[in-house]
T-cell receptor, first 113, second 115 residues
Framework: KQEVTQIPAALSVPEGENLVLNCSFT??????LQWFRQDPGKGLTSLLL?????REQTSGRLNASLDKSSGRSTLYIAASQPGDSATYLC????????????FGKGTKLSVKP | EPEVTQTPSHQVTQMGQEVILRCVPI?????FYWYRQILGQKVEFLVS????????KSEIFDDQFSVERPDGSNFTLKIRSTKLEDSAMYFC?????????????FGPGTRLLVL
C-alpha cells in the first residue's frame, strides 16, 4: 500500500528561523509531489508542485526538493514569519488514469513572534 | 485569480438524509475530484471525474455516493443516506488536464455534520 509520512507532526520555531519539513513515501514511482498549506478549518492552498523529473522547485521563501530514489521530499522555509503558521501537507501523485493524490497527515507549524 | 468554489460551507443533516454538495471548478479545467478529511485525519481521495464519467474511485466511494456534472459549470457529490461516519470536511478539486504535471486546485471545503 502506498503511504505518505510527514515528520515532525508539529513544530514550533521563533520568528526568523529557517526550517525544514519532511515528507517520505513508500513507492518511489511517483509522477509528481505537491506541497499544500492548510489553515485551521480552511481549504488547501497549493504551494509547490515538483514533477518526477525535477529535483527542486522554488517560490519566494519556499523551496521544495525531491529525491525519488530515497522516497523523500523536503520543504524548506526561509526566514519564517508568524503568518507561516499553518499545517503543511505533502501529497503524492502516482499517476494512472485518474492522478489522485495520496496525502500525508501534515506538519503543524507554529512560528512565534 | 480563478478559484474553485464550494457550497454550502457548512451542512448539518440527520442520519439517513440525502445531501448534495456543490462545487464550481475552475472554468477551463477538465478533471474534477472529491476528497474528504475526517477531523484529525488525513485528506482521502474519493473519486475523480473526466469527460462526464468517473475515472477512478476509492473503496470509500460506495453505492451511497454519486457524482454528477449537471451543467457546464457545476460538479456535485451526493450522499444518498448519510451515516454518522460521513461527518467530515469535503473538498472539491480540479486540474487543467490529465497531464501528471498539473497542479490540483482545491476549494475551501464543505463541513458536513451528520447527527
Amino acid at each position: 500500500k502506498q503511504e505518505v509520512t510527514q515528520i515532525p507532526a508539529a513544530l514550533s520555531v521563533p520568528e526568523g528561523e529557517n526550517l525544514v519539513l519532511n515528507c517520505s513515501f513508500t513507492d518511489s514511482a511517483i509522477y509528481n509531489l505537491q506541497w499544500f498549506r492548510q489553515d485551521p478549518g480552511k481549504g488547501l492552498t497549493s504551494l509547490l508542485l515538483i514533477q518526477s523529473s525535477q529535483r527542486e522547485q522554488t517560490s519566494g521563501r519556499l523551496n521544495a526538493s525531491l529525491d525519488k530514489s530515497s522516497g523523500r521530499s523536503t520543504l524548506y522555509i526561509a526566514a519564517s514569519q508568524p503568518g507561516d503558521s499553518a499545517t503543511y501537507l505533502c501529497a503524492v501523485n502516482y499517476g494512472g488514469s485518474q492522478g489522485n493524490l495520496i496525502f500525508g497527515k501534515g506538519t503543524k507549524l507554529s512560528v512565534k513572534p | 485569480e480563478p478559484e474553485v468554489t464550494q457550497t454550502p460551507s457548512h451542512q448539518v443533516t440527520q442520519m439517513g438524509q440525502e445531501v448534495i454538495l456543490r462545487c464550481v471548478p475552475i472554468s477551463n479545467h477538465l478533471y474534477f475530484y472529491w476528497y474528504r478529511q475526517i477531523l484529525g485525519q488525513k485528506v482521502e481521495f474519493l473519486v475523480s471525474f473526466y469527460n462526464n464519467e468517473i475515472s477512478e474511485k476509492s473503496e470509500i466511494f460506495d453505492d451511497q455516493f454519486s457524482v454528477e456534472r449537471p451543467d457546464g459549470s457545476n460538479f456535485t457529490l451526493k450522499i444518498r443516506s448519510t451515516k454518522l461516519e460521513d461527518s467530515a470536511m469535503y473538498f472539491c478539486a480540479s486540474s487543467e488536464a490529465l497531464r501528471f504535471s498539473e497542479t490540483q486546485y482545491f476549494g475551501p471545503g464543505t463541513r458536513l455534520l451528520v447527527l
